[in-house]
C-alpha cells in the first residue's frame, strides 16, 4: 500500500478555511484516497474520497493534484468542534474489500 | 439504527486472562473489522471479515482471535491478555464494492495489569 506524509499538526482561526495537505507520492492507479477524522477519544469518521477528480460533499472538499501524487482537504469554514486528528489514507479496492490503514494523522486545532 | 455497537466500553484484565470484545452492527454490512490504537498513533488492524464465516488477518493480529457466524457480529477474542494488548479497540462496518464510509463503534478501552 502506498504511504502518505502529513504534517503532524496545524491550527487555524474559527470561520476560516484550513487546508490539510497530504503527500502520496507513491500512490498507484488502482488506489483511492480518503480522509477519516478522530474528534477526542471517539471512533474515527469518515469525511470523503476520491480517485483522480475534485470531490465535495456537506463536510468538505477533496482536491487532488493531476500527477495524483498529493491532495488538499478543505474544511471551508472550520469550528471549534471541527478540532481533530484527521487522517489521509490511500489504499486499493481489493476484491471488493477496502482496507485502510492509518498512520499518524494531522492534528488539526481550531482556535476561536 | 444503532450503528456499531461495542461492550464493554471499558475493561482491566489480569497479565494471562481471557475475555471477548463485542461488536454488532445493524447496517446489514458484510465487511467488519477491529482495530487498535496505542496512545499518540493511528489505528491498527488487527483482522476483518467479507461476510459471515470468512475473517483474515490485518497487521497485528497476533494474540487475538476472530469468528463471523452471523453478518451482525463480530467478537475478538483475547486468548492470553498481555501488557502489550493495553489499548483502545475499535470495531468497524461497511459495504463492500464502491461504498467507502466505514463505520466507526464507540471503542473499548482495555487496560492489562
Known amino acids: 500500500d502506498a504511504k502518505t506524509t502529513q504534517p503532524p499538526s496545524m491550527d487555524c482561526a474559527e470561520g476560516r478555511a484550513a487546508n490539510l495537505p497530504c503527500n502520496h507520492s507513491t500512490i498507484s492507479g488502482n488506489e483511492y484516497v480518503y480522509w477519516y477524522r478522530q474528534i477526542h477519544s471517539q471512533g474515527p469518521q469518515y469525511i470523503i474520497h476520491g480517485l483522480k477528480n475534485n470531490e465535495t460533499n456537506e463536510m468538505a472538499s477533496l482536491i487532488i493534484t493531476e500527477d495524483r501524487k498529493s491532495s488538499t482537504l478543505i474544511l471551508p469554514h472550520a469550528t471549534l468542534r471541527d478540532t481533530a486528528v484527521y487522517y489521509c489514507?490511500?489504499?486499493?479496492?481489493?476484491?471488493?474489500?477496502?482496507?485502510?490503514?492509518f498512520g499518524k494523522g494531522t492534528k488539526l486545532t481550531v482556535n476561536p | 439504527n444503532a450503528g456499531v455497537t461495542q461492550t464493554p466500553k471499558f475493561q482491566v484484565l489480569k497479565t494471562g486472562q481471557s475475555m471477548t470484545l463485542q461488536c454488532a452492527q445493524d447496517m446489514n454490512h458484510e465487511y467488519m473489522s477491529w482495530y487498535r490504537q496505542d496512545p499518540g498513533m493511528g489505528l491498527r488492524l488487527i483482522h476483518y471479515?467479507?461476510?459471515?464465516?470468512?475473517?483474515d488477518q490485518g497487521e497485528v493480529p497476533n494474540g487475538y482471535n476472530v469468528s463471523r457466524s452471523t453478518t451482525e457480529d463480530f467478537p475478538l477474542r483475547l486468548l492470553s491478555a498481555a501488557p502489550s494488548q493495553t489499548s483502545v479497540y475499535f470495531c468497524a462496518s461497511h459495504r463492500g464494492g464502491s461504498r467507502f464510509e466505514q463505520f466507526f463503534g464507540p471503542g473499548t478501552r482495555l487496560t492489562v495489569l
Open positions: 489514507i490511500v489504499s486499493p479496492v481489493q476484491g471488493g474489500s477496502e482496507k485502510l490503514v
Open positions: 471479515s467479507v461476510g459471515a464465516g470468512i475473517t
